[in-house]
């Protein structure tokens, strides 16, 4: 059994201890005290937060120092590929990796890219594994994207829309198709060995059983997302939303009580959907209420920088525990994998940062970094 002590241990449920001792073993937190414990205190820090998690990013599939046709992000051979998993085409010798351990940031959901309507399934991994065997520790929904993105591959192959209406004519068509399956299947006309796997998962999809991940950026585009929600009472996570420049968009989300994963903040608004991007945007989500994470969407914002976007909402008056959260405690629970990480409590995994000062000052740097109770870095 080891600990570190920390002046400030930032909870990650927006909360924070002062003078405190962090005791793990075995890979959990077995502790977390003002009182000194009876073992080994590996470190005195000015700080410890719990281990970054990127609710959204592409890491492992864009990946630095390679081409760009080396590109795992996006399948062009099909507009709909349900079935697509993105970890065989993770590569973990993405230099990246090392880089956002350095930084404190451990955990990655990973997904597709948002030029298929449907671009597969999205997982999160460990930043600090060797293989993807190692790395994968849950599925986390499935890739959907509307907008910009799926109208503009007309030059990729298969039957690619023109048309925002065109894209999510194709997206209602197919869970048409999985309602009409779904009854055919509890009317005993057809049984799970004649249908298709990809069939199986729209069914999951419309059960509830599997979370919709959504690109969406404009405020109509997530109105039509809204609508294809309540007409199929699909479990939808909204992703980016960085063109919502007004409060009612975000009020309509708190209302159906859908999650944001939001950003990323520090983006070049580089599309027409982006034209009213704006980091003074965030007070209108704060506002709401709406519960969210932010993402670095990473290679748009490396990965690394993901806490550097915290600066935004502590200039709009988010308290320094909040904005660990953010990247934390309420990327776990979005995630599902809130009883694992995001936070520093007792039986959690011991997955923290030690900082050398006050980690939202632009001199302070993680001097340690512990992954599930196992340094992976040392300054």
């Known amino acids: 059994m080891k600990a570190i002590f920390a002046k400030t241990v930032y909870i990650g449920d927006k909360t924070s201890l002062k003078n405190a001792y962090v005791v793990f073993d075995n890979g959990r937190i077995s502790d977390v ?83 298929n309507i449907i671009g597969g399934k999205t997982v999160l991994i460990r930043n600090f594994a060797r293989n993807a065997g190692d790395a994968f520790m849950k599925y986390t929904g499935i890739k959907a994207a509307f907008g910009y993105n799926p109208k503009s591959t007309l030059e990729w192959k298969g039957d690619r829309p023109s048309t925002r209406m ?3 004519a194709i997206l209602r068509n197919t869970l048409k198709r999985g309602v009409k399956t779904r009854e055919l299947l ?27 991940r959504v690109h969406v950026h404009k405020e109509d585009d997530i109105i039509a997302l809204l609508r294809l929600r309540d007409e199929f009472n699909l479990k939808i996570t909204i992703e980016h939303a960085g063109d919502v420049h007004t409060r009612d968009i975000f009020d309509i989300i708190k ?20 034209k009213n991007e704006n980091w003074r945007n965030i007070r209108h989500l704060i506002d709401s209420g709406v519960k969210y994470a932010i993402m670095s969407d990473h290679p748009v914002i490396l990965q690394r920088n993901l806490f550097m976007q915290m600066r935004f909402l502590r ?23 809130a ?5 520093i409590r007792k039986d959690m995994l011991a997955s923290f940062t030690c900082w050398n000062g006050d980690p939202f000052s632009l001199e302070s740097y993680p001097a340690k970094v512990y992954a599930e109770g196992k340094e992976v870095y040392s300054e």
């Not at 209302?255 to 982006?274: C, H, M, N, Q, T």
């Open 33 to 115: 005290t003002q009182t000194k414990p009876a073992c080994e205190i590996t470190g005195e820090y000015e700080a410890v937060t719990p281990a970054f998690i990127d609710a959204h990013c592409h890491i492992g599939l864009d990946r630095e120092g390679e081409q760009y046709v080396e590109s795992d992000v996006n399948e062009h051979m099909d507009p709909m590929i349900l079935d697509a998993d993105i970890l065989d085409s993770l590569q973990m010798d993405d230099k990246a990796f090392a880089e956002s351990v350095e930084q404190g940031v451990l955990y990655s959901c990973i997904m597709p890219g948002s030029g």
């Open 166 to 168: 065109g894209a999510v």
């Open 186 to 212: 509890a009317n005993g006309k057809k049984t799970l060995d004649e249908i298709e796997p990809s069939d199986e998962i729209v069914i999951k999809l419309l059960n509830g059983e599997e979370h919709m």
């Open 255 to 274: 209302r159906r009580d859908i999650p944001v994963v939001y950003g990323p903040v520090d983006s070049f608004a580089y599309k027409l959907e982006l």
């Open 315 to 337: 200039r709009l008056g988010v308290s320094r525990e909040e904005c660990i959260s953010k990247i934390t405690r309420e990327s776990a629970e979005i995630l599902g994998v």
């Open 339 to 343: 009883d694992l990480i995001g936070t």
